[in-house]
């Protein structure tokens, strides 16, 4: 209220000059005002769906602004001694008005020039993912892949990203450069299983499904190379040994292609369970609770109750 106050007192000490052009701006903007209440009134009446009634509700609000701030620079730019002051005051208003519109033009001209990623990339930026299926001036769109289908499938919904967003957000590309991704299967045996011989199918299987892309991804390791720091220097498929809580975790690592991976996974899966089916002495563990007798089952150099031998 003493903001209010001092503003009233100050503009009532103003000129009469500038005390008539405020009072314009008021008589403009109530003017302008009624003529868009008057306009969405008539709107309303006569339209009745409502994606053409928001169309026509942005449009007369668009236009009643835009004619309002042109009627209002008029009015004060006769007090300026030089049009260039008021181009000038116009220009920082458009640039505060239309802040996100020229952050977006100005990513579109990242996008086009930089070229992060182009139509027919899958990316990630921020938390949204999938194809790039167009890129336009203030926006590029996405058709979503991932959320909540699994293994980075097609939701079938269409994703409208500011440009902007390119300077905010991190970006990951799947396919740029090195067309390839690793995937991995992880693959839990029990303790008493032959786990060397379930590595040995694991391999046998990679070979089969994903080895052919390793001399392709070799070749295109050795071109992105010249733009990119990457560095490979195995592209076979690789089982990896560990354990977990309730058995011998193998991990098979594998190159695929990134809207392949629900595939080559599934392909892989049958082709192990195939495998493992006909072996006696592997079997899949899962969480389970397990007493052991030390005494009976554990080494003989190390079970409790007495020296070796005892």
Not at 25 to 32: N, R
Not at 146 to 174: C, E, L, M
Not at 237 to 248: E, I, L, Q, R
């Amino acid at each position: 209220m003493d903001r209010l106050g001092a503003w009233l007192r100050d503009a009532a000490s103003a000129p009469s000059e500038t005390r008539d052009r405020l009072a314009a701006t008021l008589v403009v903007a109530l003017l302008f005002w009624a003529v868009r209440w008057l306009a969405l009134r008539v709107v309303y009446g006569r339209i009745q769906d409502p994606r053409v009634l928001y169309q026509w509700r942005k449009g007369i609000s668009y236009a009643t602004f835009a004619l309002g701030f042109l009627v209002v620079g008029r009015i004060w730019s006769q007090g300026f001694e030089s049009v260039s002051t008021f181009l000038g005051l116009l220009s920082a208003g458009l640039a505060i008005a239309l802040q996100d519109p020229i952050v977006n033009l100005a990513g579109w001209l990242f996008i086009v020039w930089r070229r992060p990623f182009e139509v027919g990339d899958r990316i990630q930026i921020g938390e949204h993912r999938g194809d790039v299926i167009d890129v336009r001036v203030f926006q590029f769109t996405l058709l979503e892949v991932g959320n909540w289908v699994d293994a980075d499938q097609s939701t079938g919904r269409i994703i409208h990203i500011p440009n902007g967003k390119v300077f905010r957000d991190a970006q990951a590309n799947y396919t740029q450069g090195f067309q390839y991704i690793w995937n991995e299967i992880a693959v839990l045996v029990t303790f008493e299983s032959d786990w060397k011989k379930a590595k040995a199918i694991l391999a046998e299987v990679a070979e089969q499904h994903a080895v052919h892309l390793s001399a392709a991804a070799e070749e295109q390791v050795r071109a992105a190379a010249r733009r990119f720091m990457i560095f490979y220097t195995n592209m076979a498929p690789t089982v990896y040994t560990s354990v977990a809580d309730s058995g011998v975790l193998l991990t098979l690592r594998y190159l695929c292609d990134p809207r392949e991976r629900r595939a080559t996974a599934q392909a892989i899966w049958e082709a192990i369970l195939e495998r493992f089916a006909g072996c006696d002495d592997i079997d899949y563990a899962y969480p389970s609770y397990r007493i052991y007798d030390n005494a009976a089952e554990g080494k003989p150099g190390a079970r409790a109750g007495g020296p070796p031998g005892s």
